[in-house]
């Protein structure tokens, strides 16, 4: 927000100097973040009079000038032609700086001195373009007086940085109410008169408000008779002072009530208007929208519009249109003051990337009590301004204007919360300077009803936030916080998390961290089941867009965004994890159940590009060891992979559920198609998914440590043919259930279909090594164990040896 020193003490009469005010308010908590003082350091660029004006002799296009700075009359070679004998012009001196470091200095141009410059806007830092040198109007103005002060220009701009909940503050009087309220003075708001003829309003326009949840007041005045002209002196100087720049005196107008009043407003047209008729309503989905940048807008039907009887003339809140824009041709005016709900306006303004002064105020909240009194001020302005006469009254309409409900108030805490002793009287005359309404009750507390512009003010802890702010955060006494000194070592849990970081950091991954936030269509994406327990996301109270409505119920929506993101910019090989909780809601509880888990998404090239081996792609096994790495570490013991009842995101076939005994940990495997599909990715992606809270109960903390047996191992190879939906963890499971102790190792090292193999079959050969703890296995024994395993596959498996 950009306030002037001077435009604020048009309505509180303080006696602060700039620098002093920036400090006061900082500490209110308007954080000045930048002061620039307009005119400093250009006392040399002086009121001067050009008492001769004659051709150069070396020169076609440049004057030699006599110019009288009021002590003396000074030679100065200039180049426009836009001024004559006896005008009053601005003359900067030698030894001047002017704006972009530029000295003045005594030269000479073709062969003739020049003793200084004459200026114009432009090189004043006035205008960005100027014709010609800056020519003051009349002789009022004394000889050798700095420009700046005769002007009037002379003065202080703040930059202030404001939080997103002091809408009130996006304003001068907002910003001037502040100061008299830790002043203790009384503010000057404007007391607008518009005159009026005999015809009321109604018989001039006519609005209807077809969605008064998105627009609760709209109001409007008919203007006729005015002239569109340049605005005044004064008018174009306060906006430009601000960086706002002048278009006409109407435009200027609704730009300046904004910035004095905090109240968007707009002018239309009223001649160019279908059957001079306002309707607010939602926009036809696809439908299209010129705007007054040129640009041509794509509505949905979650953006509102401000239309005629046929068509859109602006979209609420942020921009009018080509199609009703005050021209040099207007006699008549609609002007609009109205409140919009900040939701939807934030809403599309974000989706168009359409940010103005006006939707940065909608969004924030404006006061729905102010909207007639700014549509009174500009009326006057205008009326004042480019002539013209109101239809008498106001067409206001308003679902609903009720006074912000009284908030119960105690003093005791107050005082209690922030540390400090202040009388009750002195609180209640704090919150009366903010100009909210208080009565005394019997009990000693207070109801307090702030103003309808303090649209943050909710609850009793803002009022006590207010009363330190009022009084001040420096006489906050300053006091040590009592606390015992406590060693606490990681939990468990805590402990576990670090591993998992660490062993995922090892195998090359790199942790991404996602908003909490999701679409409430994640859970579509991923092909869930309807009845599925993901789909009942927790809905927040306030989002800031549809797309983050929702608390997540599953990490991999988030983590598929992102992998989707880092393709799009070309980041084609990626191990990505994520490790936060989700949010799943509790039948009968308030809150959810917040487990953590761990996702991770692989895919691209297995080692990138490398000149020393094949360029791999990563394929089922890498999501698969790095699994199985993982629960190695943790010693997590009894665990099977099963390919059946795997979740729908995941490729049949190529994918299976982690399993300890008869409990599911998680899941791996390759993204289906379709889902890659909804998630814009173009390249398989291998997925994995683990409960980390029963990792943590299934892990060991204790390892039992066996030494190596010193008699010799022996190996055999046993070659399988088997049906094709056999599974490897049925074969493995076999060759266990023999339950021999000399069993020491068992390997499946080939699988083999194609030539040699019959159609819907497979070779498998697995590898078991022999080796006992007590002696060395004869060859005898060595075939007799072999025997019972081939046995204990031929008949329970129902395959053969090959």
Known sequence: MNVTYNWLKEFVDFDLSPD?????????????????????????????????????????????CRVNNGKEILDVVCGAQNFKEGDTVVLAQIGATLPGDFKIKKSKIRGEESSGMLCSEKELGLADESAGIMVLPGNTHTLGTPVFTALGLKDTLFEIGLTPNRADCLSVVGIAREIA????????????????????????????????????????????????????????????????????????????????????????????????????????????????????????SADLVICDAARPVALAGIMGGQNSEIE???????????????????????????????????????????????????????????????????????????????????????????????????????????????????????????????????????????????????????????????????????QLEKIVRNILVDHGMNEIINFSFTDPGAAGKLMLAADDPRHAAIKLCNPLVDEQSVMRTSLLPGLLETVARNINFRSLDLKLFE???????????????????????????????????????IDFYDAKGVVESLLGILAVGGVTWLSEGVDAYYHPGKSCRVMVGREQIGSVGELHPTVQENFGIEKPVFCFELDFEKLVKLSRSKRTITAPSRFPDSTRDIALLAADDLQSEAVLACVRSVKAKEIEHIQIFDVYKGKGIPEGYKSIAIRIRYRSYERTLNDEEISALHKKVTDSLINKLDVSLR
């Open 579 to 617: 490790m936060r909780r989700v949010y799943l809601p509790v039948d009968g509880e308030n809150m959810p159940h917040e487990p953590l888990y761990i996702v991770g998404a692989l895919c691209g090239s297995r080692d990138g590009d490398v000149w020393n081996r094949p360029n791999e792609l």
């Open 181 to 300: 309220a830790k002043l203790g003075l009384q503010v000057r708001y404007p007391q607008p008169v518009v005159a009026e003829n005999s015809d009321t309003v109604q018989s001039r326009i006519n609005v209807v408000v077809e969605d008064p949840d998105l627009c609760p007041r709209y109001a409007a005045r008919y203007i006729s008779g005015c002239t569109i002209a340049p605005s005044p002196d004064w008018l174009v100087k306060k906006l430009a002072a601000i960086g706002i720049r002048s278009i006409n005196n109407v435009v200027d107008i609704t730009n300046f009530v904004m910035m004095e009043l905090g109240q968007p407003l707009h002018a239309f047209d009223c001649d160019r208007l279908a059957e001079k008729r306002i309707v607010v309503r939602r926009a036809g989905e696809g439908e299209l929208f010129t705007t007054l940048d040129s640009q041509q807008r794509i509505l949905t």
């Open 328 to 494: 040099d041709s207007t006699v008549s005016i609609l002007l609009e003051s109205a409140c919009f709900k900040p939701a939807a306006v934030r809403k599309t303004s974000k989706r168009l990337g359409l940010h103005t002064e006006s939707s940065h105020r909608f969004e924030r909240g404006i006061d729905i009590g102010g909207v007639v009194r700014a549509l009174d001020r500009a009326a006057a302005l205008i009326i004042e301004l480019a002539g013209g006469v109101s239809a008498r009254g106001v067409l206001d309409a308003c679902s609903a204007v009720s006074e912000p409900p009284a908030i119960r108030f105690r003093p005791e805490k107050a005082n209690s919360l922030i540390g400090i002793d202040l009388p009750r009287e002195e609180i209640i005359q704090i919150l009366k300077r903010l100009e909210c309404q208080v009565t005394e009750i019997q009990d000693g507390s207070l109801d307090v009803a702030p103003p309808s512009y303090r649209v943050d003010i909710e609850r009793e802890i803002d009022l006590v936030e207010e009363i330190a702010r009022l009084n001040g955060f420096d006489k906050i006494p300053a006091t040590l916080p009592i606390a015992r000194i406590a060693s606490d070592r990681p939990s468990r849990h805590q």
């Open 20 to 64: 002093q005010l920036a400090d006061l308010l900082t500490m209110l908590g308007l954080e000045v973040e930048a002061m620039e003082k307009l005119g400093e350091g250009l006392d040399d660029v002086v009121v001067a009079r050009v008492e001769e004006k004659r051709q150069h002799p070396n020169a076609d296009k440049l004057s030699l």
